[in-house]
C-alpha cells in the first residue's frame, strides 16, 4: 500500500539533498571566482591593470578581441605592434616612445584588417608595426575566424561565471583541490597581480602594454618541454599540419585584406612598418631545405615586391644575430628576440640602452626589466645545450 507520510519525507530529503548538493558548489564557486578575480569584467579589468602591475588570463568566457580595443582606447599609443601570437613578446619597457602589442588579436589578414579598422576610429597612432604569417597567405590554411565583432556589453555575470566554473569542475578543466583550495595554487614566481585563474595558477596572461608572460613554470625546468629540441614545430613541419601546410599559391582573400592596410595607412599618414616574424635557426633551416614545398613564401615576397610593398623578412633568426636559445618554441622568439626586432625596426624609438639589455641577456627567453617582479631561474627547457 502506498505510504504517502513516507514519500513526502523521501521527497523532502531528496529535496535538502540536491539543494545542499547545488549550495555547496555555488557557495565554494562563489569563492573561487572572486578570489581569482574570474568574476571581473572587462571594464573592471582595464581599469584594475590602469592602476597597476596586474596580469590577466581568466579561463571563463571573456571577449578578447573587445578586450584588445579597450586597451588601444585607453592607452593610446603613439606606436602599436598588429599580428597573432607572434607578436606578444613586444613590451613598453623596450621603447622610449608610448607603445602597445595587440597580440594574438589577429589569427589571419582579414582579422588584422578588421582590428586596424576598428582601433583607428578612436586614435592615430604615428606607427603600425604588423607582423605577417606566411600561413596567413596560403589558401591550405584555414582557421575558421574570419571576422570579429565588438561585444557591447563590457560587464559580466556572477551566475553565469559560477555556472561555467561548475562545468569545468565536472569536465576536469579544474581539479576539486582548486576548486576548494585555489590558494594553494598560487604562482609565487612571479609578483604581478593575477586576474583570473590561468594568471593565478601559472603566471601567464595580458599585462597592461599588451605583453604576454609566456610559460612562467616551464621555463625553469628543462624537463617534458613540449616543444623540446623544437620536436612539435619540426613533426608540424614533416606532416605539413598546423600553419605548415605545404603550397604555391597565395589566398587572394588575404592579399587584398593587406592592401587595405597598406592603402588605409597611406591615406591617414601613418607609418606602416611590414615584417616576417623570426623563425628558431633549428626550424628556420628545415623551411629552407623543403622549400620546394613552400612556394607560397616566395611568390608571396615576389607579390610584395612587384606592387612596391615595402617589408622586413627577418625570418631567418641570424638577420638579429640571434639563436635557438633565445626561442620559447620553434616560431615564438622571447624577450631577447623582440628586442632584437625593436631595435630593427624602430632604432630611433626604442630605449638608449637597448644594446646593453639585449647583450647582458643573451641565450635567454626572458629579460628582467623589473627584477623584483620575479623569482625564477631561466634553465635550458628546450634542452639543445643553451648556457643560461
Known sequence: MFNYKKFIKFYILFFIIIFSIYAFLFLFSTIFVIKTKENLSIKEVIKLQKTGNYVYSQITDSPFYTYMCELFKLREPEIIAIGSSRVMQFKQDMFKKKFFTAGGIAPNMHVAKCYTEEILKSHKPAKILLALDFWWFNPNYTNGIYFENIEENLEKSLYDTNIQIIKYLFSGKITFSEFIFPEKYKNTSIKYNPIGFDAYKNGTGTMFDGYRTFYIEEIQTNSNYFDEKFKDTLDRINKKIKRFEDGDKLDKR?????????????????????????????????????????????????????????????????????????????????????SRIAKKLLPNDVRDDIDKIINDNKNHVLIKFHPEDYDLKEADFLNIGCKK
Open 254 to 338: 588575404a592579399l587584398s585584406d593587406l592592401n587595405s592596410i597598406v592603402k588605409i595607412c597611406k591615406e591617414k599618414n601613418i607609418e606602416l612598418i611590414l615584417f616576417f616574424p623570426p623563425f628558431a635557426q633549428r626550424v628556420f633551416d628545415e623551411l629552407e631545405r623543403q622549400k620546394a614545398e613552400y612556394k607560397y613564401i616566395d611568390n608571396l615576397k615576389k607579390y610584395l615586391n612587384k606592387n612596391g610593398i615595402r617589408y622586413f623578412d627577418l625570418s631567418n633568426p641570424s638577420s638579429l644575430k640571434s639563436n635557438n636559445c633565445e626561442f620559447i618554441d620553434g616560431f615564438h622568439g622571447g624577450d631577447v628576440v623582440y
